[in-house]
């Protein structure tokens, strides 16, 4: 079982394609793992075990008779639970959707499906996705592989946890403003967030529509461009997607970016960054440097973070960010009222008004309540040209600021969050300081750019640092790449917890 959990995905394909391991032995490794983990950890919602060995039996049957299995024949796999699946709940985290039945499969789900892979179960979340740290969930939390005394970050936290324990080869999740690197960086694992558009997004139950995205979750960058590749497309079900080729990531995945220029935000290396996290960013800057990058100051003004006297942090890209994805999610969110959607109250009701009262007050919880509430108070009369319209605005100078940057350098290479990953229970009493642990990754969502979070080291205390490569539009092949030179310069890549 070990060595087949010491495997990377690409390995573990190529091991089920050669005849040397078959895709049921795989399977039964990984649900050992899960067995052995799980309750420790809370990284799955649902465990498909029945569906997946009846999967990994068809593959080998198939590659037994020489019939094709796809370029992720029998790979076991694991997907957050905010995308739909024909199969199992899609709960979101949330008793809103405890019962819930999607009626299709999301179709980056099925891309995977379609390429052989083998769906283990789903992953648990902050509750719509909404957190930072995989606490919010109406399920259970999830705690961190690394130490269980902390969180795996979120919202794809199950996700995270589920990879770096190594509970399935990979997995995906969704990043509506970091929510795939942050906890990627906590849990040393790599995420990748792409370009808005370059993945489909139906069948991912919406939180910010302008925002999220889909994205993968691995043990190193290879089987990162290994999924990357195969969910990446054109849906034409998806008025969002983007009509355009994607490349083959793969393919010269080992060769380095010529002349690559690496830009460093100096408004993201302040005050607010921890101090050991400084030291492994530099650290990875002179790695870049002695594999012959050309390291460049560049300024996102509307990004500064600024620290008060306190020590209280602030930022235009923040208060952006939670004005336009808050809207969004009073919006997306009010389709769950008992009647169309979601949990609907047992308790009598005298109007429609207190039904969907009390089936939302009943099936939501308090952060997205929260948020519900924000939203809809920047959204309403009055306050929508002082506070949604504003933000958009501010949002557009954001993305002309990463413009002008990349027209100095390739990548920018930065912070994924201020700290390593914090104790449970630490930040939710405050929400703010719990919304600040996504400071560095939110202007790349507002931008619509690709993010790839990987390991850049473990701290003194013994856990995960992880740095953030943030690229121009559809640059996801040069972000693989500059991420790719980074592993083999450094040597820092497939880390694993004690735990396993």
């Known amino acids: 079982m070990n060595d087949i959990l010491n495997l990377s995905a690409l390995e573990l394909r190529d091991a089920i394609a050669s005849g040397a391991v078959t895709s049921s032995a795989a399977v039964e490794a990984y649900l050992a793992a899960i067995a052995a983990h799980e309750q420790a950890l809370g990284a799955f919602t649902q465990v498909f075990a029945d569906r997946a060995r009846e999967q990994a039996a068809r593959v080998d049957a198939d590659r037994a008779a020489g019939r094709p299995v796809g370029v992720l024949g029998g790979v076991p796999l694991a997907v957050k639970d905010n995308m739909c699946t024909a199969y199992g709940r899609t709960t979101c985290g949330s008793k809103m ?3 819930f039945h999607a009626p299709y499969t999301a179709t980056a789900v099925g891309r995977l499906e379609r390429a052989g892979a083998i769906v283990l179960g789903k992953t648990n979340l902050d509750e719509f996705a909404m957190g930072s740290s995989t606490e919010s969930s109406a399920l259970a939390a999830t705690r961190n592989p690394w130490d269980t005394h902390r969180v795996p970050g979120g919202s794809s936290g199950g996700s995270a946890a589920g990879v770096a324990a190594r509970m399935c080869a990979g997995a995906l999740g969704s990043d509506t403003g970091g929510s795939i690197r942050q906890p990627a960086a906590f849990c040393g694992v790599v995420g990748l967030k792409p370009t808005y558009g370059r993945v489909s997004r139906l069948g991912l139950v919406a939180y910010g529509s302008s925002l999220d995205q889909i994205g993968p979750m691995t043990v190193d960058v290879s089987d990162a461009a290994l999924l990357a590749g195969v ?12 009509n355009a080729p994607v490349p083959d990531y793969l393919a010269g995945l080992d060769t380095p970016p010529p002349g690559l220029r690496i830009g460093l935000p100096r408004e993201f290396y302040s005050q607010a960054l921890d101090g050991e996290i400084h ?7 002179e790695v870049y440097r002695r594999a012959g990058a050309k390291v ?5 003004p509307h990004s500064r973070i600024d620290v008060a006297a306190d020590g209280a942090l602030s930022s235009y890209a923040v208060a952006c960010y939670y004005i336009v994805a808050m809207s969004e999610a ?10 169309h959607y979601g949990h609907r109250t047992g308790r009598r009701v005298e109007d429609i008004i207190e039904l969907y009262s009390f089936s939302r007050a009943e099936g939501f919880g308090d952060e997205v309540k929260r948020r519900i509430m924000l939203g809809t108070y920047t959204l309403s009369s009055g306050y929508y040209d002082a506070y949604y319209n504003k933000a958009l605005k501010v949002r557009r100078l954001i993305a002309g600021d990463f413009a002008r940057a990349f027209g100095d350098c390739d990548v920018l290479l930065c912070p994924v969050a201020p700290t390593t990953a914090f104790r449970v229970g630490e930040k939710t009493a405050d929400p703010l300081t719990m919304y600040l642990a996504d400071i560095y990754t939110i202007s790349v969502n507002l931008a619509g750019l690709p993010g790839l979070a990987i390991p850049a080291g473990v701290s003194p205390a013994g856990l995960p640092i992880g740095m953030q ?17 980074y592993e083999k310069a450094s040597g820092v890549t497939r880390l694993r917890p004690k735990m396993v």
């Open 330 to 339: 009073s919006s997306n969110l009010a389709r769950y009222d008992g009647v």
């Open 469 to 485: 490569l943030i690229g121009p539009a559809f640059s996801e092949d040069v972000l693989l790449r500059a991420g790719r030179l």
């Open 279 to 285: 030291a492994a960013i530099d650290q990875a800057v």
């Open 231 to 242: 969910i990446s497309g054109h849906d034409p079900k998806d008025s969002t997607s983007i």
């Open 296 to 300: 460049v100051d560049v300024s996102l």
């Open 97 to 99: 959707l405890a019962n």
